[in-house]
Structure formats: C-alpha cells, structure tokens
C-alpha cells in the first residue's frame, strides 16, 4: 500500500517512476552536445524542442507548456490575474492608454484613457523603438496589495499615479443583455473557472426583467473547461438527458448527464457558432442539438473533440496531453481528421474560406456517419457542428485592403485617436442606443479613414460599396467598445450582425 501511494504521488507531481536508472539516449545526446559541440547552445531549447518533435507526432492538441508560459496560461483559466486594470496600445514608440476598467486600481487611482505611459517605478522606461508588449505587462503587472508608481503624459502635462494592484476580472460573460422585449441575448468568449457562475448571474438577471427566449452567442468561443459547459447544458435539459461521454484507450468511460432542474428547460433557446467555435463549445451545442434543445445557426464548427489533461512537469512547465475523445449523446465523435499532419490540420479552417464553404455552406459534403435526433433531424460527427441554418461569412465586404486595416490594427487605432479628439462629446453620451443616435459616421469619417489608413500603407480608395458601410457600422460599434468595453461594442454591433439578426427573427 505504501509503495503505490508513493507512486500516485510520484506520477502526480509529474515525476517519472518505474524507468531504467541508466541515462537514456536523448539525455546522452543532449549531454554531448552540451559538453563538445563547436557553438553555445541553450540545452532548453534542445530539450523543448525534442519534446514538441515527439508530440508532433501523436495529435495537434498534445501540447508542452514552458514553464515560462504556465502562468498566463493558467491566469486566463482561472478568470482574473493581478494588475492594474488597463488596456494599452503602443503609437509611435509610447505606450497609450485605450481604456481604464471602471472601478479599477488604475480607475481608483485616477488614470484615464489617453495617458502615454512613460516610466514605472521611475526606473523602467516605457518607450522607444525596442519596448514590447511583455514587457510592458511584466512591469504594471504584481502581487496583489502591492504599490507600483506610473510616470504618464496627459495633454502634455506629466502626472505620476501610485496603483496599488489588485485582482483584475477576466470575464468570460462578457456582454448579457435584453436584445428585444423577452429576449435576452449572451456572448460567452471562454468557459473558464467563473464561466458558470458568471452565467447563472446573467440569466437569473434577465429572467427578472421578463426574459423567456434566450440568443446564446459562442462564435469565437475555443473552449475551456469542459465542466463549465455542461453546468451550463445542465440548465436547458430536463430529466437526466446525457450531455456528454468519453473514452480512451488509458482511461475509463465517463459520462456527464443532467442532473438537476434548470433554470431554462423550456424557453425558446438559439445558439451562434462558427469556424472558431471548438471543444467545450461544441459539446455544449452538441448537446443542444442531439436532443432538439436548440436552433444552432451560423457555420459548421472547427471540430475539436479530444479530452486533454494537465501534467506538472520537474521543470516548471506542464505537459498537456491527450487522454480520451468526447461524444455528443447520440454518439457523435467532434473531432475532424488529422491524419494529414499537424501542418494540414490547423490550415483545414483556410481551405473552408479557399474551396467556398463558409461562403456557399453546401460544398463540404458530410464524410462522418449519420445520426437521427428524437426530433427526426439527421446529423453528422467527425468534423464539428454543422448548424441548423447557415449564415455565409461575407466576403464581399472583406477585400484585401479592409483585411489588412483589422491585420495591423489601423481601424482600431483610428477609432481610439478620433475618441481622444472628441472626448468631451462622446464621454458625455451615456449608452450604446445614444450613441448610435448621435454617432453616424459619413463622409467626413471616411475621408479621415482613408489619410489614416495610408500612413499604414492601406490604400481604401478602390474598395467596394458595401465594404465602405461595413467599416463605417464597424466604426460605429468600436467607439461603442471605447466607452463601455465589450459589452458596448455588442450591442451596437449585433444591430448590423445578420448572424444575430437570423436568431431574432426566428425568436418572434
């Protein structure tokens, strides 16, 4: 007994038991070079380079972690860090402050969007050509409680802030709000360890403001953690319906069923996904789908469907690795191919826009089998969901001059520095639905687009029509972001989002 527990503990701390005590043959080679190669060489970057090598070749989600890149890894799983509470932007060789999160150490201690960051701590200096973005958030970020002092420029005038840092949210639920009368509408952007009490928040909010259909929106959506997505598949199914089951080759089977009542088993539900949507996305829509729960709309999934699990390693880092698939409760396998190589795989999301799927829908025929819901909807596995209704992705309002304007973030920053110069206006405006009101962008936001967009080297003279009132609607809903973050953005936003739109019309 005594000698397995100590094997348990060994494994679990991600020590290595049961292996031959003689130097194997990677070590051996490693020593060697280290030893009489012609050159320095890093022997962690040989080390974690033989180790990514031999992950290559089992599958595209069995990934090694420095340890270098643990805790930001980490940090957004657990759904907050230790920080200031902004977020920055770096024009001409100065760190510029987009926005200040309300209530924030860097709200409380005064500091405001605009500011040009110089120095921390007196210090550590925070311009020229050679700052980096992770270098910057090394500095303002700390312990929780402790004191870090911020020299800034405002309209020329040098201040200086003593932050004290604290927990900073990194919401999952970040926009939930009521689209229409009884009709609530909620973006999930990842399930972390807040996601599910986040969205019980939400919803119980909504259902006392009258809410009885309910648009869930998980485009973009990656995953996470698994069980937050069937907590939150737990509130729309009754009884105990399956949610989702596993198996592999080391692990035993497992299922997750429904288990209590929910909050939302009967209300009239749609769910939003695209290419971007994986993982815990798509078990949850799944989920949804096999029982008839939902009307998922919009384009068929990435299709990820493989259960990883974290192991601490000797060095610091952590080894994420492969234990099982998931399956929907018809037996759905989400997982596409990756016999084509690690390469092909994550390139297979490009050749749906080359080959005409996201734009036609019908040109991808299903290769999985078929599986027949309660509800007499025939369904595919091996390759993500396919929606219920698809919604193209329309290119006619991307051209190559409007990609290159979000690739190198000039829209973004056009939008910050129009803020700056009409501060008092906007900051005067006092919700999304008023800005849309007084915020129009015409002919003159446009012109002064354009000048903008060529200091960038993007010409937008030649642009169709229809790209023009796509970044103008665009134009309009990140100002919305400027002033009160996601959720604003959201709200003007989905006003143009015909994704958004198809749910609405559906939910009369």
Partial sequence: MW????????????????????????????NIIQKDYVDPVSIDSLRESAI?????????????????????????????????????QIFNDTVNVMSVIPGGPAYKA????????????????????????????????????????????RNDQIMSFRVQRGIIPLPSVDVAYMIAPQTGYIHINKFSETTYREFMSKLDSMQQKGMQKLILDLRGNGG?????????????LDDTKMIVYTKGDKVAPTEIRAIKDGLFEKGKLVILIDENSASATEILAGALQDWDRATIIGRRSFGKGLVQQQFPLSDGGALRLTIARYYTPLGRSLQKSYAGGKDKYEEEVIDRFEDGEVVHGDTSQPIGKAFKTPGGHVVYDGGGITPDIFIPFDT??????????YMKNTLNNFVYHYFL??????????????????????????????????????????????????LLEKMQALMARQLWRTQGFYEVDNHYDPTVQKALEITK
């Fill in 110 to 153: 005064g500091m405001q969007a605009g500011d040009e960051i110089l120095t921390v701590n007196d210090s550590i200096r925070l311009t020229g050509k050679n700052i980096k973005a992770d270098d910057i958030k090394n500095s303002l970020r700390g312990p929780g409680n402790s004191t870090v002092k911020i020299t800034a420029r």
């Fill in 421 to 470: 110069q009409h501060k008092n206006l906007f900051t005067a405006i006092k919700s999304p639905d008023d800005l849309m009101n007084q915020f129009k962008p015409g002919e003159s936001e446009w012109n002064q687009l354009v000048s903008f967009a060529k200091k960038d080297t993007i010409n937008l003279d030649k642009i169709p029509a229809s790209a023009r009132i796509s």
């Fill in 3 to 30: 000698i397995g527990y100590q094997l348990k503990a060994n494994t679990n701390g991600g020590v290595q038991f049961l292996t031959n005590a003689k130097t194997n043959s990677l070590q051996e080679v490693l």
């Fill in 224 to 236: 996470g953690i698994v069980t937050e997505a069937t907590n939150i598949a737990d509130e729309f």
């Fill in 396 to 405: 006619a309002s991307q051209p190559h001059a409007v990609i290159l304007l």
């Fill in 52 to 88: 990514e090598d031999m992950l290559s070749h089992l599958d595209p989600h069995s990934i090694y972690i420095p340890a270098k890149d643990l805790q930001g890894v980490n940090e957004e799983m657990q759904g907050n860090f230790q920080g200031i509470g902004i977020e920055f």
